[in-house]
């Protein structure tokens, strides 16, 4: 099975604008989590989608959003955009075994807002 | 709440040291615990994983043991090789719950 994917690996943006991130979750997968990588506060949560319906959300402004559509490939918005939003942004799929939850990351889309 | 704490790195080994990392938890109910490696430039990888108290997960040359007693999830191996420099993140989620909690990540430096 092919890995998750996200697109683009890497992005430069200016203060101000907005961009979207893609992720492709592992096929058969139907949850998909976004996370943000920083070196000051390591990896935080996002939010979760699961069958199109945010199921878990972290702390983080509104101007971070996300979707999910129908074939679980999902993307994440980040409006009027701030130089500490600067960051490595991993997208996760979730298998469930009986309960338990594994997560398989993506190799993640470096952000670089100037 | 849920939290992972883990000890602080870097950590720097000579090839074919000894390994441990340490990783404590605190959680309610029983949660599955995970370790996860990240090699420069990359996402996060699963290493290994353990559901329930006592079970040993291993994955190549890696162990740990889901200590239910010591709220504890050490990450160990026997001989290291340069190769395993990389970012090790100790993680747990709640059964029936997709939400993880990761400890913030011990850098190991392998030298030849």
């Known amino acids: 099975k092919a890995g998750v994917t996200q697109t683009p690996r890497y992005l430069i943006k200016t203060r101000g604008q907005q961009v979207t991130l893609s992720c492709s979750p592992i096929?058969?997968?139907?949850?998909v989590s976004w996370y943000q990588q920083t070196p000051g506060q390591g990896l935080q949560f996002l939010f979760e989608?699961?069958?199109?319906?945010?199921?878990n959300k972290g702390n983080f402004p509104g101007r971070f959003s996300g979707r999910q559509f129908s074939n679980s490939r999902s993307e994440m918005n980040v409006s009027t955009l701030e130089l500490g939003d600067s960051a490595l942004y991993l997208c996760?799929?979730?298998?469930?075994?009986?309960?338990?939850?594994?997560?398989?990351f993506g190799p993640g889309t470096r952000l670089t807002v100037t | 709440g849920n939290s992972v704490t883990q000890m602080e790195g870097p950590v720097t080994l000579s090839e074919e040291a000894f390994l441990t990392i340490n990783c404590t938890y605190t959680?309610?109910?029983?949660?599955?615990l995970f370790w996860y490696v990240q090699y420069p430039g990359e996402g996060l990888q699963l290493l290994l994983k353990?559901?329930?108290?006592?079970d040993k997960g291993s994955n190549k040359g890696f162990e740990a043991t889901y200590r239910k007693e010591t709220t504890s999830f050490h990450l160990e191996k026997g001989s290291v090789q340069v190769s395993d420099s990389a970012v090790y993140f100790c993680?747990?989620?709640?059964?029936?719950?997709?939400?993880?909690?990761f400890g913030s990540g011990t850098k190991l430096n392998v030298k030849p």
């Open positions: 989608y699961f069958s199109e319906t945010q199921r």
């Open positions: 096929s058969g997968h139907r949850s």
């Open positions: 996760a799929s979730s298998l469930e075994l009986a309960g338990a939850y594994e997560q398989y």
């Open positions: 959680a309610t109910g029983y949660p599955s």
């Open positions: 993680a747990l989620s709640d059964r029936n719950f997709n939400k993880f909690y």
């Open positions: 353990a559901t329930k108290a006592d």
